[in-house]
């Protein structure tokens, strides 16, 4: 989505002059509110001074245009400034009316899964994610499903609607998802002069795949996940025609968690048992 058809959704009462914070200068969605309120010459510096803060938010804060009512979100850090498009206004409410957390049991379920982080080449640290099958309060059994960890409300897009991680009652492997270290490895990879981000990986019964930047699931021609290794080093040098595959995304449900200590623990390496 293009930073025009953001702002356009986002509801401004009227554009005739305009406001500071959403019309002045180029047109933005985004912004380093720091950079901005210590740098007078900054283009951004007069919406530090427009924008006002209305109120706390589960983590970070919430402003506001007093012009033509605009939304924005700051975060914890107060670094980042975010405008909330009208459309995610209800998405930001439920996000920050609870907490959305995991029973210890489900958290241990997390645990036994093994967490990935966010792909190296992002900026994002305080992040995990968990692929599992998941059952819901609704009694939904739901096979594939990417768990997340995030300390920032969900602004960003998403293919389906976003679920919430108190609606899961059961939280279980999925035969679809890859091993821990593939999928560790999908999180490390390095871009080669394609842009692609290659893990060579095998199935039990010899079919070979290049899995492209961080992929979760696999389900290709009958062959699952959980049948999914590492290449081993004798295969590694040979050429084999294998079929590249990206995360398949329109096939995950997205649950999403808090970010906190616990979570953060979910990445630490697992104690020997
Ligand atoms: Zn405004």
Redesign the pocket.
């Known amino acids: 989505m293009g930073l025009d058809s953001l702002i356009s959704g986002a509801g ?1 009462k009227s554009s005739a002059g ?2 500071p ?3 002045g200068g180029e047109k933005t969605v985004q912004f380093d509110w720091k950079l901005a309120s210590d740098a007078p010459d900054s283009e951004f510096h007069i919406y530090t001074q ?1 924008l006002v803060e209305k109120k706390p938010l589960k983590t970070g804060f919430f402003f506001e ?1 007093p ?4 939304s924005w979100y700051l975060d914890s850090k107060r670094e980042r400034m975010s405008l909330i498009p009208l459309p995610k206004s209800a998405l930001l409410e439920r996000w920050n009316s609870s907490p959305l957390s995991l029973t210890p049991d489900l958290f241990n379920k997390c645990r036994e899964i093994g967490a990935t982080p966010a792909h190296r080449s992002s900026a994002e640290r305080n992040y995990a994610e968990v692929p599992c099958k998941v059952r819901t309060h609704q009694s939904e059994l739901l096979d594939k499903c990417l768990l997340f960890f995030k300390g920032y409300p969900p602004l960003g897009d998403f293919l389906k609607p976003l679920r919430w991680a108190d609606e899961i009652t059961e939280l279980h492997p999925s035969d679809y998802s890859l091993p821990f270290p593939v999928r560790f490895n999908t999180s490390q990879s390095q871009p080669d002069e394609k842009g692609r981000c290659l893990t060579r990986v095998t199935s039990v019964n010899g079919l070979s795949f290049s899995l492209n930047w961080t992929v979760n699931f696999l389900d290709h021609k009958g062959v699952q996940g959980k049948e999914i290794r590492l290449n081993s080093g004798e295969l590694k040098g040979k050429k084999v025609r294998a079929p590249i595959l990206t995360e398949p995304m329109k096939e995950i449900t997205f649950f999403m968690a808090d970010w906190n200590e616990n979570a953060r623990q979910l990445l630490m390496p697992k104690p020997i048992s």
Not at 67 to 70: F, K, L, M, Y
């Open positions: 401004r305009g406001c914070a959403c019309d427009t245009c012009h033509c009512e605009q």
